[in-house]
């Protein structure tokens, strides 16, 4: 599996809130969430509880999309990534994978009943105007399920 690029890797790492969009019959939402990223499955995780809004959407349609931004007002150094990807509950040794990894960085997270998620991204596009005013950063994966690198 080809990984996305450094760079992307690179910011996705160095932040820890996503913005979720999901949607079911025509009806969008949006929430905020702490998230780790596992390199390997190029997946990211969070917590969330079932009765959410958002949760129950996406146990409806699997299909979300995303967003991790770096916020600034100065035009030079904005930074972002906005994703596609299919969000499932994690079971088996995926689980006590994810179950580690976010604990590791969250560990107020063993003091709640905490229902993990992972989204496993399918796009990533971003944008990074320190390389140039608008400067895209693309990642797909490609529909025999193999991993590309793109750039605009």
């Keep these: 599996m080809n990984a996305p690029e450094k760079r992307i890797v690179d910011f996705i790492n160095k932040h820890h809130v996503l913005t979720l969009a999901t949607s079911f019959e025509e009806e969008p939402w949006c929430a905020n969430c702490f998230y780790v990223y596992l390199p390997e499955e190029n997946s990211l995780v969070f917590t969330s509880d079932f009765d959410t809004k958002h949760i129950q959407q996406a146990s409806h349609n699997i299909y979300v999309a995303g967003s991790i931004v770096l916020e600034t007002s100065v035009l030079g150094k904005i930074q972002g990534v ?71």
């Design 82 to 152: 906005q994703f596609q990807g299919i969000i499932s509950e994690p079971k088996g040794e995926f689980l006590d994978k994810v179950k580690l990894t976010y604990l590791k960085r969250f560990p107020i997270a063993m003091l709640m009943d905490t229902h993990l998620w992972a989204i496993d991204l399918t796009f990533i596009k971003m944008t990074d105007n320190r390389l140039g005013f608008g400067k895209k950063l693309i990642w797909k994966k490609d529909l025999l399920f193999q991993n590309i690198n793109l750039q605009n």
